[in-house]
């Protein structure tokens, strides 16, 4: 029989979400270096764990959602939930599935984006 102690499986645990910030770090400057290079690497790493802990309120456990969340951040801005007032309308639509928050947030802001691509803006 195999026993697994607590401390052995916060080991891994800690291995799991550091593996997924690394990962998340690359993405991130892969995708918006510009951004990236303002903040630093602590500001980035930072932002992850702010995105991680706004999912994880909103519901959201998988890493997609947390890297789609974060393609918002840094695509709208760190403040887009305040700044864009269809981004809550969504959030705290209580008909709307979990598993559907970022699949329909993801929709409705290229919806907006193509409304307003002259102004290169999303509207409040």
């Known amino acids: 029989m195999l026993i697994i102690k607590k401390e052995q499986v916060k080991m891994f645990e800690d291995a799991a979400k550091q593996a997924f910030e690394d990962r998340m770090v690359m993405h991130l400057n892969r995708c ?3 951004q990236c290079a303002k903040i630093g690497e602590k500001g980035v790493r930072d932002s992850i764990s702010e995105a991680v802990k ?3 309120e909103l519901g959201l456990y998988m890493e997609y959602d947390i890297e789609r969340y974060l393609n918002h951040m840094y695509a709208l801005g760190f403040d887009f ?3 864009y007032s269809y981004v809550q309308e969504i959030f705290s639509d ?3 599935e979990k598993e559907e ?3 329909i ?3 409705r802001t290229e919806i907006e984006l193509a409304a307003h691509s002259d102004t290169r803006e999303v509207p409040k």
Do not use: A, H, N, V
């Open 81 to 83: 939930e305040k700044r």
């Open 101 to 103: 928050l970022m699949d």
């Open 32 to 34: 918006f270096p510009e």
């Open 94 to 96: 209580p008909d709307i």
């Open 54 to 56: 706004r999912t994880q």
């Open 105 to 107: 947030l993801g929709k």
